[in-house]
C-alpha cells in the first residue's frame, strides 16, 4: 500500500525528523485559507498523487500570495497528472498539499528499501537529491552509497557515519544526519515498510536538515498488524478493477495485453503469463483465485476480467488440489450463465476430477474450449486472438 506524500510526512515526523509546515486541502479556497492560515510569505502547492516525476509534470507550484495559491490549486486539482512514472493516462489529483517555501542550501537522497537478491534492507544516500536523482545515479552512480543492513543487528550508527562522509555532509552537520538515517530506519521497521524515502532531504538556511518530500510503501501482508494505517489507504487511486479485486479477495494487477488469466496459485500464474508471452500474445492481468476459491469468487474473478475492455480473449489455467477441478468447472459454469461473456474462454485443468471438470464444461452448452495441456491451452487462446484478427 502506497501512501502519500502528507501521510509519509506526517509519520517520519513522530520521530522528530523536521517536515516544512503545510496543510493538505481539496478545493481551492481551501487552499488559499492554508496559506493565510500557516502565515506564509512563499508558499508551495503540490498535488498529492502516487508518482513521480510531479514537479517536471506541473503538479508543484510556488505561489506568493493567497489569491496564487488560489490559483495553483485550481490548476492542479481534478486534472490526471502525467509523469513520466505515470504512463500515459496519468493520476488522479484530489487533494493537493500546501507548505511553506524553504531556502534551500543543499539537497541530498535517502531511503530504505529491500534489496530482493540478497534478502537484505539496504540503506541508500546521495547529494544528488532531487528531481533528477535517477538521472543523476546513471551518469554519477559514485554519488549514491549503500549500506546494507543486518536485521538482528540494525542499522548501526558506524555504517550511517561512513554514508554520510562518503556523500559530502559537512562535518558539523553529520550527528544530525545520522540521527535522521537511525530514526528513518526505525520508521522502516516499526511500520513493516518496503519503501521508505526522503528526497530531497534540504539543508536549509537556518542550519537545519527538513524532509522536504517523502514516500512510504507498506507490505500489503502485514497491514493487519497496522490498523491505523489501513484508514490511510486511497482507493480512488487504485485502479478500479485492482480495487474491485482487492475487495473480492483476489489478487490482480492489470497490465497491457488482451489475454485475460485466471488462475490458482501465483507460480502458476507467472507461467501462465510466460505461455501467453511464448506463443505470440500479451497477458491482460495476473490473476490468483488462490487455492480455495469458492463459486463466488470465482464468479467475482470472471467478471472483473470480463469487465476489462481491452480483454478479447480469457485462458483459464487451474491445476485442482484444495480447489478441485469440477468445483471450479461448476463455479466457471455458473458465472458464465450470469455475465455476458463475448469472448473465447480455453480452460486448461489438471488435478483431482479433472476428467470431471472436463465434462461439466463440454455439457454447459456454453463455449468453452477446453485444453488438454499447458502447451494446448497457449496455442488455443493465442490462435483464438489471430482468428479474430
Not at 486541502?25 to 508551495?44: C, D, M, P
Not at 485550481?74 to 489529483?93: C, E, F, K, M
Not at 489507504?233 to 473480492?248: H, I, T, W
Request: net charge negative.
Amino acid at each position: 500500500m502506497r501512501l502519500h506524500e502528507y501521510q509519509a510526512k506526517e509519520i517520519i515526523a513522530k520521530t522528530g525528523i523536521r517536515i516544512p509546515a503545510g496543510k493538505v486541502v481539496s478545493s481551492a479556497a481551501e487552499a488559499r485559507e492554508a496559506y493565510e492560515v500557516l502565515g506564509l510569505s512563499l508558499g508551495v502547492v503540490k498535488a498529492q498523487a502516487h508518482t513521480g516525476g510531479r514537479g517536471k509534470a506541473g503538479g508543484i507550484l510556488t505561489a506568493h500570495s493567497p489569491v496564487e495559491a488560489y490559483s495553483d490549486a485550481n490548476a492542479i486539482l481534478g486534472r490526471r497528472l502525467v509523469t513520466v512514472q505515470s504512463g500515459p493516462d496519468g493520476v488522479p489529483v484530489r487533494k493537493v498539499l500546501v507548505e511553506e517555501g524553504l531556502a534551500v542550501e543543499r539537497e541530498y537522497y535517502l531511503a530504505i528499501t529491500i534489496d530482493r537478491e540478497k534478502a537484505l534492507p539496504v540503506i541508500i544516500a546521495s547529494s544528488a537529491g532531487g528531481m533528477d536523482i535517477e538521472e543523476a545515479a546513471r551518469r554519477e552512480p559514485g554519488r549514491v552509497v549503500k549500506e546494507y543492513i543486518e536485521p538482528v543487528f540494525g542499522l548501526q550508527p558506524y555504517q550511517a557515519r561512513k554514508m554520510a562522509y562518503s556523500i559530502g555532509v559537512p562535518r558539523g552537520k553529520v550527528n544530525s544526519f545520522v540521527d535522521i538515517m537511525l530514526k528513518l530506519h526505525i520508521v522502516f521497521l516499526v511500520s513493516d515498510a518496503e519503501l521508505v524515502e526522503i528526497n530531497p532531504l534540504v539543508l536549509v538556511e537556518s542550519d537545519d536538515f527538513v524532509a522536504l518530500d517523502a514516500k512510504m510503501s507498506v507490505d500489503d501482508s502485514a497491514l493487519y498488524r497496522h490498523e491505523d494505517m489501513k484508514r490511510l489507504a486511497d482507493p480512488s487511486d487504485m485502479d478500479g478493477l485492482e480495487y474491485r479485486a482487492k475487495k473480492a479477495g483476489v489478487s490482480y494487477v492489470r497490465m497491457d495485453g488482451n489475454i485475460g488469466c485466471m488462475v490458482n496459485g501465483a507460480g502458476l500464474a507467472m507461467a501462465t503469463m510466460d505461455l501467453v508471452k511464448g506463443y505470440g500474445g500479451e497477458p491482460a492481468n495476473f490473476l490468483d483465485v488462490g487455492g480455495g476459491a469458492a463459486a463466488g469468487r470465482i464468479k467475482d474473478a470472471l467478471e472483473i476480467l470480463l469487465s476489462d475492455r481491452q480483454v478479447e480473449a480469457v485462458l483459464i489455467n487451474i491445476f485442482g488440489g484444495i480447489l478441485r477441478c469440477d468445483e471450479l468447472a461448476r463455479g466457471v459454469v455458473a458465472a458464465a450463465g450470469e455475465l455476458a461473456v463475448n469472448v473465447p474462454v480455453v480452460v486448461r485443468l489438471e488435478g483431482t476430477n479433472r476428467d470431471e471438470g472436463a465434462r461439466i464444461l463440454r455439457e454447459s452448452g456454453l463455449s468453452f474450449k477446453v485444453a488438454h495441456s499447458m502447451r494446448e491451452a497457449g496455442e488455443m487462446v493465442v490462435g483464438c486472438m489471430r482468428s479474430n484478427a
